[in-house]
């Protein structure tokens, strides 16, 4: 085995080469390309089966580089990427002019964020003193490293288990620490407009209030009738994070019985947070994740994956609390819920509107 230098600095040599690497961010494993080469920008989105509208987020060495990509940069932005930088927070900016257009789904807007993970801070440190990608400019779009809308990959052994030899290098820094994508927050609309969360994640609303002295908006996704007016944003269809078997997710009190959810002869897969009085006679595997928001997002895509594999005909989720504290978590867990069993995510890709007339799965 490589000493850990050594394979950054072969990690640098592929990117710099238009490769795709793949490498762990504390929130999910990313697949790694050059953001300013737009040949391997496009390697990403076939490597993942992603539609070429859908923006990528590009991964900086430091809050330094950020006017490199953006611009019209408000104070705010500063303000949040002292405060959270680096760690799981992506800004939605104005772009610089001569950043790609395939890196931005054709927006003119960007997704940066600068990651808290040591691997991934020493590869993109390492990717800028070798001179960065083409034009000198320094950034690696790096969107999850799994097939477009599938479950997010939080271990090394997930990327290979779903892309295989579509990656050159896969840089394993063990299990990712927060679990889930990050918070993405829109600054897009200048210093005089409210900024919006397009996307909850580990950095919440009040996270943010005590930096910029107010609550941000909390946009609506998928988006109704101001659909034109946000910026698309990745993790933000109505299906996504999604299992091949069938999810459904269930009130505690239905867990006990299943009478309503597995119909005879089906067996299920189940995955809660609270302590079930006995095991259900059709559950194949029964998960309990802890019932807190932080370590229950830390392994919820690993427990999904594995519900994933039982050969089970229907997976089954304990609803979490509706509460602030899960926002983030109950927004994976419905967009899941959404997708699974192979429902069509290049249709609802291409025509979001289709998504608001899937049935609801839960109550809200």
């Given amino acids: 085995m490589l000493p850990e230098a050594a394979v950054i600095d072969r990690a640098v040599v592929l990117l710099q080469a238009g490769e ?55 104070r705010q932005a500063w303000e949040l990427t002292e405060a959270f930088w680096p760690g ?27 990651p808290a993970h040591p691997q991934a801070l020493a590869l993109l440190r390492a990717f800028a003193e070798a001179g960065g990608g083409l034009g000198g400019l320094c950034g690696v779009a ?11 990959p939080t271990e090394a052994a997930h990327v290979r ?16 620490g927060v679990g889930i994508e990050s918070t993405i927050l829109d600054l897009s609309r200048g210093a005089a407009a409210a900024p919006r969360i397009l996307r909850p994640g580990a950095v919440t609303p009040e996270r943010i209030a005590s930096v910029l002295g107010r609550l941000p908006e909390i946009a609506s996704q998928p988006p109704g009738a101001d659909a034109a007016a946000l910026p698309r944003v990745p993790g933000a269809l109505a299906a996504h994070y999604a299992p091949l078997t069938p999810l459904r997710l269930l009130p505690a009190a239905e867990l006990a019985h299943l009478a309503e959810a597995v119909t005879a002869g089906q067996s299920c897969a189940l995955l809660c947070h609270s302590r079930l ?20 997002a830390r392994e919820l895509y690993a427990a999904l994956r594995e519900l994933d594999e039982a050969s089970a005909d229907l997976i089954l989720v304990e609803e979490v609390p509706a509460t602030a504290a899960w926002a983030a978590v109950r927004d994976r867990l419905r967009r899941a819920a959404r997708g699974a069993g192979g429902q069509d995510l290049k249709q609802l890709s291409s025509n979001p509107s289709s998504a608001l007339s899937a049935p609801r799965c839960d109550e809200e």
């Fill in 20 to 74: 795709l690497v793949a490498f762990p961010t504390e929130t999910v494993y990313g697949l790694g390309a050059d953001a300013a080469n737009p040949a391997a920008v496009r390697r990403i989105f076939a490597a993942k089966g992603r539609p070429a509208d859908h923006p990528l987020i590009v991964h900086l060495p430091a809050d330094g580089y950020l006017d490199n990509w953006a611009s019209d940069i408000p």
């Fill in 161 to 176: 288990a779903e892309l295989g030899d579509a990656v050159r290098l896969i840089l394993d820094g063990g299990r990712c």
């Fill in 142 to 152: 790096a969107p999850s490293a799994n097939r477009f809308g599938r479950i997010s």
């Fill in 277 to 296: 009085p006995a095991t259900p006679a059709a559950a194949l595997l029964v998960r309990q994740l802890p019932a807190e928001p932080a370590r229950y």
């Fill in 88 to 114: 799981p927070l992506t800004l939605i900016l104005k772009r610089a002019r001569g950043v790609p257009s395939a890196v931005t789904g054709g927006q003119e807007t960007i997704g940066l964020r600068v």
